[in-house]
């Protein structure tokens, strides 16, 4: 749950046809340069993030892993909201 001085922003966008854990990881590691670590990472059950490599890193900085139910994008409609628009912005 998000403070009252909670700032919605991104950091940082990857984009490809497939992004693995390890390629999660890496983004992650680039963004701890310049940013605070997350304490909880909110996503989906795609195999970027259920894998060992994101699960590992997490477990070494002490971030929670939430997932939210599968057909449930409702659970994390912060990111929702923000993935359409920006694809479409992105894509053109």
């Known amino acids: 749950m998000a403070g009252p001085d909670y700032r919605p922003y ?3 966008i990857e ?4 992004i693995a854990g390890a ?3 890496q ?7 310049k940013h605070r670590l997350p304490e ?3 996503t ?3 195999p970027e993030f259920t894998g060992k490599a994101l699960d590992s890193w997490a477990y070494k900085h002490k971030a929670r892993l939430d997932f939210i139910r599968p057909g449930k994008t409702v659970e994390n409609a912060f990111i929702e909201s923000f993935k359409w628009p920006t ?3 992105v894509s053109h």
Do not use: H, K
């Open 10 to 12: 991104c950091a940082v």
């Open 15 to 18: 984009v490809d046809t497939s």
């Open 23 to 25: 390629r999660v990881v």
């Open 27 to 33: 983004v992650l590691e680039c963004l701890a340069e």
């Open 40 to 42: 909880v990472i909110v």
């Open 44 to 46: 989906d059950y795609g």
């Open 87 to 89: 694809l479409r912005r």
